[in-house]
């Protein structure tokens, strides 16, 4: 039993001194709930999926993704692995019945309500 503690305690500090993205710094823009809009220009992330999330984010770091304020999250994620990008946790587990399941439509730079 001793050595399981050991084994699980290293593996929880080996994931805690992984760096983590700073989700504080996201919620300026896109609040702390992730329902806003940010500066009106962006989709809502909380109405994403995971996958569409990490998409996103790692697209903004490698340049094949972003709108209006892609240099902004250029900037943001640079810092990070794709590993930490996809390691978030932010969006919803699934479409939760959308009928596209490839995301939200956007009109205008807003989510278009499915």
């Known amino acids: ?5 050991i084994i699980l305690g290293t ?9 983590e993205v700073k ?5 300026t823009c896109h609040g702390v709930e992730f329902d806003k809009s940010a500066m009106d220009s962006s989709q809502v992330v909380s109405l994403l999926t995971k996958i569409e999330v990490t998409e996103a ?9 972003g709108g209006p304020m892609k240099a902004i999250m250029v900037e943001q994620v640079a810092k990070y692995t794709n590993e930490e990008l996809a390691a978030t946790g932010i ?3 699934n479409n939760h019945g959308r009928s596209n ?4 439509r956007q009109a205008g ?6």
């Open 101 to 104: 399941p490839y995301g939200p």
């Open 23 to 27: 989700l504080a710094d996201c919620a």
């Open 91 to 93: 969006g919803r587990e």
């Open 11 to 19: 593996l929880v500090l080996g994931v805690s001194l992984f760096a």
């Open 1 to 5: 039993m001793k050595m399981k503690k």
């Open 57 to 65: 984010l790692q697209g903004y770091k490698d340049g094949t993704y």
């Open 109 to 114: 730079g807003h989510v278009v309500a499915e």
